[in-house]
């Protein structure tokens, strides 16, 4: 297949992030196809796609952000509603897929969650999926359909680069060791070092990071953390701390899903160091978490190509050479 066919393709978009969806369809140049989503009496919720899908490609996309079980079903819903309305390709767009974080057994008689998901994602008819930066890596191989996770981390450099940063003075800093290789490939394409904390979780909100990062960040005068993710802020706000005890003037945080929940920003607008927060649209923001050193990069474009690529059987990896 050489040609995108507009007319071979439906988009439908959740109500976690119609934002987004627009944002893809507008790069596709096709319109977005209605949905109809309502709650029962008894709250179930009912869902209808409003175009004919029989013998399409279809898009679903749909982030799992709060409330998550809600988003959840309805995507579940959705998909198996193109199922069972003769769709050819059913495509699970999911921007940001929470559950990642649910990746391995580390406590008796619990479910590792991210696979279970990925189980039902195929069950209810999706016969590919896609998303932005897993938390795990791992996660891609719980899907037994084709998955595509993409990444944020070029376009971020890009927005990024004209800054030119000295590498003399400013390091790429990985809040633990599971995100040091994401960040390493970040800091190469800004040319910069990259340090790695060592954190341990004391709760859901609260971290202790080992002072050994202070060697690591020592004659630098600019961080730029770089994470997947930044839910309640507390790994981030103490990591901070930590780098403004070292001798960091100037912070940026950045990360990919920026969810930014409970205390998350009030405790960022504590620290003055952090100059600027950069993250993307996988997770829409309501305008009172929107600050004024807030920096929201689009990723629909990303997604776009990424589904041009897909519906045109070339390899997703292009859209990130050259």
Known sequence: ???????????????????LAMKIADCLEIPMSATHVSR????NLFVQLGQSVRGRNVYIVQSLTPPVSDHLVELLMMLDIAKSAAAKEIHAIVPYFSYARSDKKDLPRISITARLIADLLKTSGATQFMTMTLHSPQVHGFFSIPADPLTARFKIADYLRPRNYEAEKTIVVAPDLGNAKQAARFANLL????????????????????RTLLRQIEGYKTALVYDDEIATGGTMAELCRLLVEGGIEEILLICTHGLFLGKALERFQAIPEIVEIITTDTVMLPPEKKLPNMTVLSVGDVFCEAIKNNYLHRSIAEIFEG
């Open 40 to 43: 029962f009496s008894n709250d």
């Open 1 to 19: 297949m050489s040609v995108f066919d507009k007319e071979d393709v439906r988009l439908f978009s959740g109500r976690a992030n119609p934002e």
């Open 191 to 210: 040319g910069l070092s990259v340090a790695s904390g060592e954190k341990t979780r004391q709760s859901d909100t609260e971290v202790a990071i080992s």
